[in-house]
């Protein structure tokens, strides 16, 4: 490993695993941790529990803040498990000298996330730092959640089990991207946060348990694809004509050599299904506002085990590999 | 409230709670919350939910690192509520550049610190942050305890109860201090950093349950002191020569005008018992190295009610206030 860590260390990909598995697991490892996906599950089966820290910069984005953000993401990591958000802490790193109207401003965003989920915060911190010691706010929130069903899990796909994505992809990263480097856009760009605690319940409501789900963060779809490739032991083939992207995403992808696979989302999830509710579970995420793109992408096959494969409209092949080098920093 | 935030507010005194209760819990507010302490009790009593977060500068000091405060810090929170700690999150934010030994070094603390509490990190979250957006390392954790006890609390003291603290104080605080100045002293002085749900549970096997337990991290002794004097409408009295202060401390002390009473603690706990029960908490808590000072230091009056009263040796009796102002920035 390299004597320093590496803004790459933190993509979501490649390098972020190798610390990860070289470093915290190597050190702290026990087999709940190994277990663990977006949460980990404890206290037999009965809960989950997760952590996310918040870095996002800007603080304010075109569809969202970093309190949004925060509930959001914790919250989502239990929805992916198959669980019921319940129990958040909230802890704050403040710079001194932030506006206290930015503060309220983002409160008041994280009460109306909670909302969303049907969560509360219980517990909290807040540390404040001199002038340069953190850029103006980091958040941590840490959620707990009730288990709905259990065995959702990154291995547990089937060959012929289809992989339908929540809406277009994309757009977080974009949003970020744009807002940071101030590029004036044709159609303005939104990030897709949200909930998806809604849409996992309204699976679960009609008796679909889908296999696997995790939403597509650091690293994007193609992190997701490849930590399922992987962990099923199977491979999964998409058609790349059938993953909805929005025409400002590509051209924001077009102009600066992105891959929209590979930009983060934070309210857009992907999902491994029975084959006989695929369409059942386009159906029902479709009903849900912003989520009218959702679309069934590919399926699980045994033709390359581990591989995810992208297949073109022109009837080529290429390998999908987990997301290296930086990408972008501060995301989330 | 200030425009802007200041370092005040995150001393954990005075301005620290105006910014938690007139903003934080204004708009999050729920019974959980409201009645929560050093953690949450949830799950219908069952379990207490605790997070913190630790921006401690230097990173390493004479007693201690931040992975060692990471996990003392929330499990000593669950610890105080009569809680085991089981489950932990990690959650780490890097600034690029940072040193991967200095990385592991940290994460081996917090490995060995898990020890000593029988917990275990279950999920994690790393961000890598670009050069300048955060100072080194910021550590989150969260922690899940069981309650052993039930009803251990902030409001339960009554008139009567005996005072106790569990060793000498303020070593934190003065470590941190010496170390970040680079003060020369004739006698190293070390932090108390240290779990104390070890000494929890030796009180808890011979049946003796607190009525209150408070570490006495920002803010101090007299943070908790006036603490609990509101919370259960109490008096409380302290023989101000009966505090066991270490002769180091006493000098950084005298040199900078600091007072012992509210100087952070990281492994310092105070007690509210039955007055039978006194003298065994004593022997029981100086039979764990390091905590031969655990001592006896005031009780529970009526006198002046939500005050704390220090009374001096000649006899006289003053008010120790909760602390105001920015006493150290950093400390945990």
Redesign the interface.
Known sequence: ??????????NGGEE?RT??SE??FR??K?D??QK?ED??I??DGR?A?????F?V?PIFFAGGDIGKLAVCGTCNDLAMMGAQP??M?????????????S??RI??S??KE?AQNGA???????????K????RI?I?T?G?GEVRVPGISASGIEEGDAIIVSRDIGRHGAAIFAGREGIELESEITSDCASLWPMVEALLEVGIVPHAMRDATRGGMAAVLNEWAEASSICIEVDEGAIPVSETVNGICEMLGFEATMLANEGTFLLAVDPDDAQKVQRILRDFPGNEAAAIVGEATMSYPKKVVLRSEWGTKRFLDLPTGELL??I?
Do not use: W
């Open positions: 490993m390299d004597k320093t860590v590496t803004l790459a260390q933190g972020n610390l990860i470093l915290f050190h702290l026990n709940t941790l663990a949460a980990a404890i206290d809960l529990f997760t952590t996310d820290s870095t910069s319940k129990y802490t909230l802890s704050v790193i403040l710079e001194e000298g932030f506006e206290t109207r503060l309220e409160v008041r994280i009460k909670l509360q915060v219980v517990a909290g911190d807040t540390k404040v730092v001199p340069g010691s953190v850029d980091f941590n840490s707990i920093p501060r989330c």
